[in-house]
T-cell receptor
């Protein structure tokens, strides 16, 4: 148990569906992240939030829409996805934003949501 | 351009064997972390190395940070099936005046009983 909880663990959706992924951290951290992990590809950073404000969007298509209502919760809203969006979506948190000032931060990850788009 | 290359990409060994995984970059890292990810789970932090030349041991795992802080290695002694997983290095990289936290390409290890 890392203190970061993601739901659902598995999700199958059609290309016309709308769904949301949820992430909650109980560690008192200020930064939260969404990563995409596809087979045979390195972890891809999607979004970074620091103190509820989005600080990074790595050219992610608009069919992925993040929301961070407070420092403990992070959502990823999905709509009109493509089959190539099938992947493991990982949420992570850290005390301060990793990579901001060489703070030697470490990330705590949830178990991920395995998404399949049909 | 991948800034953190790991090798080998895949490794399948017998229980009891030793192995070394490498993480290489042409850039300097202020610190570097190693994570292990088991199937169906997120990565879990194993260790952080900060000082060039630093060596850290975690039971049968030995981590080394290169003197120039551009590379790192992970050595596992007498591997066990429980060591199976994806090993990822990651760290703070200064590039073009900004810092980014990036992950390596990963090494997928399978230890056979």
């Amino acid at each position: 148990e890392t203190g970061v909880t993601q739901t659902p663990r598995h999700l199958v959706m059609g290309m016309t569906n709308k769904k949301s992924l949820k992430c909650e951290q109980h560690l008192g951290h200020n930064a939260m992240y969404w990563y995409k992990q596809s087979a045979k590809k390195p972890l891809e950073l999607m979004f970074v939030y620091n103190f509820k404000e989005q600080t990074e969007n790595n050219s992610v298509p608009s069919r992925f829409s993040p929301e961070c209502p407070n420092s403990s919760h992070l959502f990823l809203h999905l709509h009109t996805l493509q089959p190539e969006d099938s992947a493991l979506y990982l949420c992570a948190s850290s005390h301060a934003r990793a990579g901001s000032l060489a703070t030697n931060e470490k990330l705590f990850f949830g178990s991920g949501t395995q998404l399949s788009v049909l | 351009t991948q800034l953190l290359e790991q090798s080998p990409q895949f490794l399948s060994i017998q229980e009891g064997e030793n192995l070394t995984v490498y993480c290489n970059s042409s850039s300097v890292f202020s610190s570097l972390q190693w994570y292990r990810q088991e199937p169906g789970e997120g990565p879990v932090l194993l260790v952080t190395v900060v000082t060039g030349g630093e060596v850290k041991k975690l039971k049968r795992l030995t981590f080394q940070f290169g003197d120039a802080r551009k590379d790192s290695s992970l050595h596992i002694t007498a591997a066990q099936p429980g060591d199976t997983g994806l090993y990822l290095c990651a760290g703070d990289l200064r590039s073009s005046g900004t810092y980014k936290y990036i992950f390596g390409t990963g090494t997928r290890l399978k230890v056979l009983a």
